[in-house]
């Protein structure tokens, strides 16, 4: 499992969550925090109560190990000991269930900024912003940590962090080497190190920085976790599968590894046990998020199968959960995926309903400015998708303009990434090959949906041994179960098999 948040964005697109790493000093008021910064070059803490810090730093070593829930816990009895304690908040954010809770906490944070260290104040700062999809804001709060803390860890591995979600694993690698090199056995560096060179497609430099995870913390359950998602990838399942029963018999609960363990299961077409594994999450459930998370894996697991009213049925459930709490945004990321899965089917009819939906909650909502501005660009985003399925390019053409306009005004690389994708599909479906191949190389290569595309624009332009060749790294993308792998998975294999045949 990677160093994520609980919570599954409904802007995931869009809205770049910065995953905050902390780290500690030895003094409580601000200035004796910013002596003893400048003497240990870490980033400080600031705490008025050394009880609270205790908690604090037990919080942040389960939180490191990807224990998010047992971390929650020392992370509360930490506010309650100290009210005032911001970076402390920050944690709680992170490591929150909920998306409602992620802002609560986040919320508080930034209120109380002003009473931490500036080192505490960026990362904070750079969170908020990362939440609103300035990513700008964000890097530039982040380069100002990493310029006063160089020599910590801790900065080099949020900055990393920051590189990872913009896809530039070159400069995520180089910091996460960083970070091994101030402290070679801070573990977090070498489960991102493996996810780095995994999507690079380096599988012998992942599995050497996942089996190091592994030395370093061998009775935690994440490390057999993570190596079991990169044995998932490579399509090695009865192997990964005996990684994450490693995790399971070190902690029974630990979410992660049935999803993991239902993934291989599904890609092995034993779609009954996948769902079944994912019931054990829902049973086993200590929280919300946890019970989100496997009504999700159902719905993946469901349209890989092509049963998409078991994929509708379980995103309802999924709804109904966020609902309880008025946990709007995660009840707008249930109606995108409703509305995903029925242009899937297709019902473009539906899906645009449950995507205007969506974008309605969002713009009246109590959510920042920034956040309905990364929602109407989705919506255009959607819309845009929704013409060109049924052809009216006229009209995707307008919402995709619309769209880049907007992303580039933001200047959020990740959105200017979707609008190559949209450019891309476009042109795509005016069999302008040669445009298409341009702009699809500027679209995100983590998406399996784009390896198919231009699989397909390699095939119009009569090029049959690159198309094959694009056709089998989406046929064989194997990630974690994820919908927009499951729309595209058995298409792509049959379109494989009958290439092979011809």
């Known amino acids: 499992m990677q160093r994520i948040t609980s919570v599954r964005f ?14 500690a000093c030895n003094q409580s008021n601000s200035d004796a925090a910013q002596v003893s910064a400048a003497a240990n070059r870490e ?3 600031t705490t008025k109560s050394d009880d609270a810090k ?5 919080g942040r070593d389960l939180s490191e190990r990807l224990l998010a829930q047992e971390s929650f816990a020392h992370f509360q009895k930490a506010a309650e000991l100290d009210p005032d304690f911001a970076t402390d908040e920050l944690a709680l954010a992170t490591n929150a269930p909920t998306t409602k809770e992620f802002f609560e906490h986040l919320n508080k944070a930034i209120t109380l900024a002003d009473k931490a260290t500036e080192g505490e104040k960026w990362q904070i700062l750079a969170a908020q912003a990362g939440a609103n999809g ?5 890097k530039e709060y982040l380069d100002k940590l990493v310029a006063a803390y160089p020599n910590d860890e801790r900065a080099q591995a949020n900055i990393g962090n920051y590189y990872f979600g913009q896809q530039d694993l070159t400069q995520t690698i180089e910091h996460y080497k960083k970070a091994t090199e101030i402290a070679p056995n801070y573990s977090p560096s070498y489960n991102i190190l493996g996810y780095a060179y995994k999507q690079q497609g380096d599988y012998s430099d992942a599995e050497q920085a996942f089996k190091k995870y592994v030395e370093l913390i061998p009775n935690d359950p994440n490390p057999y976790d993570s190596y ?24 029974s609960h630990f979410p ?3 999803f993991g363990i239902a993934g291989d299961l599904m890609y092995e077409g034993k779609y009954a046990d996948a769902q079944a594994e994912m019931q054990k999450i829902v049973d086993e459930a200590l929280n919300p998020g946890e019970k989100r998370l496997a009504y999700f894996g159902m719905s993946v697991v469901a349209s890989d199968n092509g049963k998409f009213d078991k994929a509708e049925q379980a995103m309802d459930k999924e709804y109904a959960i966020a609902q309880q709490t008025n946990d709007f945004i995660s009840m707008a990321a249930d109606l995108q995926a409703k509305g995903n899965i029925f242009a899937a089917m297709p019902n473009y009819a539906a899906a645009k309903q449950q995507f205007d939906r969506s974008f309605l909650m969002i713009q009246s909502s109590s959510a920042s400015n920034e956040i309905k501005e990364n929602s109407r660009l989705l919506h255009e985003f959607n819309l845009a998708a929704i013409a060109m399925e049924q052809k009216d390019f006229a009209a995707a053409k307008t919402h995709i303009d619309e769209y880049r306009k907007g992303a580039e005004a933001k200047k959020n690389s990740v959105q200017i990434t979707l609008g190559h994708e949209l450019a891309g599909r476009l042109a795509l479906g005016q069999k302008d090959y040669d445009t298409a191949l341009t702009e699809l190389a500027q679209a995100n290569q983590q998406d399996p949906r784009n390896l198919l595309r231009v699989s397909q624009a390699y095939a119009g332009k009569g090029d049959s041994t690159k198309a094959q060749q694009w056709l089998q790294q989406a046929a064989d993308f194997n990630p974690l179960p ?5 729309f595209i998975h058995m298409k792509a ?9 011809a």
Do not use: C
């Open 256 to 258: 992660s590894s049935h």
């Open 10 to 23: 409904f802007l995931a697109s869009s809205v770049l969550l910065s995953t905050a790493m902390w780290s």
């Open 482 to 486: 994820a919908l927009n792998y499951a």
């Open 54 to 58: 205790r908690e604090y730093l037990a």
């Open 493 to 501: 294999k049959k379109m494989l098999a009958m290439e092979k045949k």
């Open 43 to 45: 980033i400080p803490i």
């Open 228 to 251: 079991g998602e990169l044995l998932l990838k490579m399509g090695r399942y009865d192997e990964s599968m005996v990684q994450y029963k490693k995790a399971l018999s070190i902690n």
């Open 134 to 138: 300035d990513t700008t804001k964000q």
